[in-house]
């Protein structure tokens, strides 16, 4: 049947008085009941009015030849049908096709309304990838279902996930730096590795040997980059706050990180570490005054974070420092000792105030004192080697009166938010890239950086603009996919 605007419009009106009807009746009705049947006809309404701009742009455009640079004029070849599908359910409708022999066919009002080269709309595709980044694919398909009465294939929905975070990295290359008056005077950087539980390869045993996981997984390397303003503290505050002991003492509050920027990948330190510093780099200037990395013990992570933050001072967490003296108290005194936790106390304090040859001193004193099975005084020892090889990182004091972070709660924060809650829900398992993918959006996500990489996809160049200025975002053109019946 021939569209016909004025046929669709008078329906258009028809449907929506009747709502409006439905809204001014005076008799009383349950509100959720109310609400849940206006939600679905204006869903209905939408679908009508977005087959009407579609119809409606198709009858005005032009069927005059189409020149090629390179080749023959297309001519008008007829009408072609075309699938959307879109928030408000899948829409079909008739535009102009032009062809020419040898030279092919096309469909110019595709590129006129920027349609995507597959069927899926690109509010449907953000919308997708945002409950994605949060939950199962399979609670996402739910979830769209639920609200809009539309179910996206859980593979449509995969590659959808896996084209959009395509170019998240090159967003982060463009995304201007926060200004320099919004930052504070450090900037930190930091480093942690999270496991990702992956899918067994193929050529897997069926059967596992003695000692074989179940699960093998991947380390996924998260870094985070922020600017802090100072905050100056006593050993004898932070160690009364590490032991939960009470107040830190100071009236100042805990200054927030500033324009935080967290980072997951798989491919490795190296690659995890490169992104780092160009990003660090990006972010420095006059108004930073002093640039600390943090990290945890492992050897790797740190000779690597040294060799890309040369104008950092690399600082061990003391978190991992107090697990350490943690498990030299249960060596020494037992698990149970009344004493144990004033021992820590102590120890700590003095850790803390510069004091680590001393405290390694004392470990060697215990040692020499207590008889102590093989296996408790290997984890004294542990610890003793530890603090020494660790030692250049741990001047605590001279950290605490310059006001810098000494805990890299912000990455560790991470490693449990970005990737444990989402890439370790219940029975999941992940292929390499499916699993990058997610991460990469989910950084996004937890950036606050969502609606500005969704006017970056749409404008399809740096993230320069003001978010007031982004439109309805949408997904790049990308390799066509085949569209569910």
């Keep these: 049947m021939a569209f016909n605007p004025e046929e669709s419009i008078q329906a258009l009106c028809d449907d929506f008085q009747t709502l409006v009807d439905f809204a001014s009746d005076p008799s009383p009705r349950s509100a959720p009941a109310v609400e849940a049947h206006l939600f679905n006809n204006l869903l209905k309404l939408g679908a009508q009015l977005l087959r009407l701009y579609f119809e409606s742009q198709a009858q005005e455009q032009p ?3 189409l020149p090629q640079a390179d080749g023959p004029a297309l001519r008008y070849h007829g009408q072609r049908r075309r699938s959307y599908f879109s928030v408000f359910g899948k829409i079909h409708f008739e535009r102009a096709y032009f062809y020419a022999a040898g030279a092919g066919g096309a469909t110019p009002l595709d590129d006129a309304l920027d349609l995507p080269d597959d069927c899926y709309s690109g509010l449907l595709c953000d919308w997708a990838c945002f409950a994605v980044t949060d939950q199962s694919y399979g609670a996402s398909q739910a979830l769209l279902e639920h609200i809009l009465g539309v179910r996206l294939p859980k593979l449509a929905l995969e590659r959808i996930v896996e ?11 463009h995304k201007p730096p926060p200004k320099a008056d919004e930052e504070g005077p450090i900037l930190v950087a930091e480093a942690d590795g999270k496991g990702v539980p992956m899918l067994a390869p193929a050529s897997a045993q069926v059967r596992r040997g003695k000692g074989d996981k179940r699960t093998k997984k991947q380390e996924a390397l998260v870094t985070a980059l922020y600017s802090v303003d100072r905050y100056r503290r006593s050993p004898q505050q932070v160690a009364a706050a590490l032991m939960r002991q009470g107040e830190q003492g100071d009236t100042a509050a805990r200054p927030v990180p500033q324009g935080k920027q967290l980072w997951a990948t798989l491919s490795g330190k190296d690659a995890a570490l490169a992104h780092l510093a160009e990003q660090a780099h990006r972010r420095d200037g006059a108004h930073i005054v002093d640039r600390v990395a943090l990290t945890d013990g492992a050897i790797a992570l740190q000779q690597r974070v040294a060799a890309q933050f040369a104008s950092f001072t690399l600082v061990l967490d003391i978190i991992h ?10 060596a020494l005194l037992g698990e149970r000792h009344h004493g144990r936790t004033a021992w820590v106390s102590q120890h700590l304090e003095a850790l803390l105030s510069g004091a680590v040859t001393q405290v390694i001193a004392a470990l060697e004193n215990d040692l020499a004192n207590r008889r102590l099975s093989s296996s408790r005084r290997e984890a004294v020892e542990t610890t003793m080697g530890y603090y020494r090889r660790n030692a250049p990182y741990m001047r605590y004091d001279v950290y605490l009166r310059r006001g810098w972070p000494i805990g890299s709660g912000v990455v560790e924060g991470a490693c449990g938010h970005l990737v444990k809650d989402r890439m370790e829900q219940s029975g999941m398992r992940w292929s390499r890239a499916g699993a990058q993918s997610v991460l990469d959006l989910r950084s996004v996500r937890l950036n606050g950086d969502w609606s500005l990489y969704q006017g970056y996809l749409e404008q399809g160049k740096p993230a320069s ?3 007031e200025a982004l439109v309805t975002p949408l997904v790049p053109p990308q390799p066509e996919l085949r569209c569910a019946a």
Excluded: S
Aim: glycine share 0%; aromatic share 14%; with cysteine.
């Design 63 to 65: 069927k005059d030849p």
């Design 321 to 330: 420092a107090v697990e350490y003296l943690w498990k030299a108290a249960n």
């Design 465 to 467: 603009c003001p978010e």
């Design 163 to 173: 084209r959009a975070a395509a170019p998240v990295a090159a967003f982060y290359k």
